[in-house]
């Protein structure tokens, strides 16, 4: 078996900053999903952190980065919560803001075949304005690279890519949970995009292939649409299928998922951003940050849960037999 190089991993550096959502995930598994008005018995209830950028700062952070987390928690348990698992990764929740009433929460249930709803109750995420992000403007400027993905106000998202580009600052945008609105100044302002297969056909308005076979594309089109729709570099998760990057001048690269046995992608495509948020603030390229996050995000996959399923730098390292 060849030695896969995941030295990188020993060489993880720089700051991060990310501005966004945390949330308690709050689900519960049914034999099948309710109608409307039916109550039904479920299993066990399961409170487990989320939030895809608090999924973000905790994925960058178990790897070594410096991850400053900006954002709001509520004055409900769960703002402890939130922050006590963030913390347990490593990262700095000093800069959160505290308001009143609720935390942001979803609430999920799961069926047995794993068809599942999901409601997204913002609560405090929705706090998280240009009045605060304003006063940690000291905090953030510091930072080489900062973290966006939507589940924050659109105008904050907006007005902190301005902020942070300006600055000199890489902004990568993860446009996640998706919407084809986005605002033109964000479009600008981002420097690198993240998406998934699915998320970039709505962008673009490609068709999704027949087969499923992403891989069968023309990248070289997908490439220019992209470029068209505004984005310079851009990165698409195929989900087993690895990844593309997407580079300034055109060209596409494929980097290849890593063999795991895959138990939950839940989360995954946060590890993914998590480790190119990393990569960057290392000094690494877009490429071999994106060869990296194959790995931290494939064994997310080994794993249950999003946030739970993070490994350290060592234990990817070991998982892959690294070392
Ligand atoms: N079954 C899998 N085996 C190996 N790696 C996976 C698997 N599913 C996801 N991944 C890794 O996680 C990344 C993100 O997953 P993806 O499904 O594309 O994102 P999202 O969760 O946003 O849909 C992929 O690029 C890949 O590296
Ligand atoms: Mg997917």
Request: hydrophobic share 40%; charged share 20%.
């Amino acid at each position: 078996m060849t030695r896969i190089d995941l030295s990188a991993l020993d060489h993880i550096s720089g700051s991060i900053s990310i501005v966004g959502s945390m949330n308690a995930d709050y689900t519960v598994t049914t034999e099948r999903l309710p109608q409307p008005g039916e109550t039904l018995n479920g299993g066990p209830l399961q409170i487990l952190p989320g939030g895809k950028s608090g999924n973000q700062a905790a994925v960058a952070a178990r790897i070594g980065a410096n991850v400053t987390m900006f954002g709001a928690v509520g004055s409900d348990a769960n703002g402890d919560f939130l922050l006590g698992r963030l913390q347990d990764a490593g990262v700095d929740t000093s800069h959160v803001r505290h308001v009143g009433g609720a935390s942001g929460t979803t609430v999920i249930t799961v069926d047995a075949k794993g068809e599942n709803t999901i409601i997204y109750s913002a609560g405090s995420n929705a706090k998280v304005d240009m009045d605060y992000v304003n006063s940690q403007k000291e905090t953030l400027l510091a930072s080489s690279v900062l973290g966006l993905c939507l589940e924050s106000p659109m105008e904050t998202v907006t007005a902190t890519a301005k902020m942070c580009h300006d600055a000199g600052i890489k902004v990568l945008l993860n446009d996640s949970p998706f919407t084809a609105e986005l605002p033109e100044e964000l479009i600008r302002y981002a420097d690198v995009l993240l998406v998934n297969e699915h998320e970039m056909a709505q962008l673009l308005g490609i068709g999704e292939p027949e087969d499923g076979d992403w891989l069968g594309s023309d990248w070289g089109a997908i490439a220019a649409s992209m470029h068209e729709f505004g984005f310079k570099e851009a990165i698409v998760t195929l989900g087993g299928d690895g990844a593309v990057v997407i580079d300034a001048d055109g060209s596409t690269h494929h980097v290849e998922a890593a063999t795991v046995d895959a138990k939950d992608t839940t989360g995954c495509g946060d590890a993914f951003m998590g480790t190119l948020l990393a990569g960057l603030s290392s000094g690494l390229s877009i490429r071999d940050s994106a060869s990296l996050a194959v790995y931290v995000a494939g064994y997310a996959a080994t794993n249950y849960g999003a946030q739970a399923s993070y490994g350290t730098g060592e234990e990817i390292k070991r998982f892959f037999g690294a070392e």
